[in-house]
């Protein structure tokens, strides 16, 4: 029987730990290949060759050579963040309600409204 020692065991979890996050560095680039509509089927053929062939140096390039954000990407991180808020509930018109109150009870100014209301419905 095989008794572990807790050096060992550390050691475990770390090599386990590492290959997690190689693994999800891999799917998560294959991801974002698979998601531009900036890159030609070539382009994302290319990548996926040298992910496959050398992958963490493939997926260090990648990460310092990827273009900026795009529009595409702008939206999609626009339609994830509008997702959480109505999935926690948020409503703007709720919260321009909760401002008005507190603009009508003096709290707040009505410049301080119009600031509040505008980052709201944005």
């Not at 799917?27 to 974002?32: R, Y």
């Not at 698979?34 to 070539?42: C, K, N, Y």
């Not at 992958?55 to 390039?61: N, S």
């Not at 600031?115 to 419905?121: F, T, V």
Request: glycine residues 6%; charged residues 25%.
């Amino acid at each position: 029987m095989n008794n572990w020692g807790f050096g060992q065991f550390l050691e475990a979890m770390l090599v386990f730990f590492f290959w997690f996050v190689f693994i999800w560095m891999f799917i998560g680039t294959f991801a974002d290949i698979f998601r531009r509509d900036d890159l030609s089927g070539w382009a994302k053929a290319g990548w996926i060759v040298l992910i496959v062939i050398l992958p963490l140096i493939g997926i260090l390039i990648y990460m310092i050579v990827r273009p900026k954000m795009t529009e595409q990407d702008k939206r999609m991180v626009t339609e994830m963040k509008e997702r959480q808020q109505r999935m926690a509930g948020y409503s703007p018109a709720q919260e321009i309600e909760r401002l008005a109150k507190l603009r009508d009870e003096g709290t707040i100014s009505p410049q301080e409204f119009t600031n509040l209301k505008e980052r709201a419905l944005a």
